[in-house]
């Protein structure tokens, strides 16, 4: 059975630092193509955040964390980070982590939830100004 596990989630100031952990068991991240980190605010619909994908490396954001955020991976512990730097209080969210599929040709999609096959549970990210 597999399954992500999220930790590091917490309360922060603006313009601190958080780095969440997503641990797989029961399936090994270097056989996934995408691996990615998905947020939802109350009231919001879920959208992705930072998407790498295990082929060659390619990591792409949102552009609203673009240069705030790192998302990476470490298959010999066959876990998944995200790395928030300057978070803001519109940061505040759900993180959830996710793999599945490329969309074709090597794409991991940040939009096209229906890729990702397997879904963490989720761990709260509370920024306030």
């Known amino acids: 059975q597999v399954q992500l596990v999220e930790s590091g989630g917490g309360s922060v100031q603006a313009g601190g630092s958080l780095k969440l952990s997503c641990a797989a068991s029961g399936t090994s991240y270097s056989s996934r193509n995408c691996l990615s980190w998905f947020r939802q605010a109350p009231g919001k619909e879920r959208e992705g955040v930072a998407v790498?994908?295990?082929?060659?490396?390619?990591?792409r954001y949102a552009d609203s964390v673009k240069g705030r955020f790192t998302i990476s991976q470490d298959n010999a512990k066959n876990t998944m980070y995200l790395q928030m730097n300057s978070l803001k209080p519109e940061d505040t969210a759900m993180y959830y982590c996710?793999?599945?599929?490329?969309?074709?040709?090597?794409?991991?999609?940040?939009?096209?939830?229906?890729?990702?096959?397997?879904w963490g549970q989720g761990t709260q990210v509370t920024v306030s100004s």
């Open positions: 790498i994908y295990t082929g060659d490396g390619t990591t």
């Open positions: 996710a793999a599945g599929a490329d969309v074709g040709f090597g794409y991991c999609s940040l939009v096209a939830r229906y890729s990702y096959t397997y």
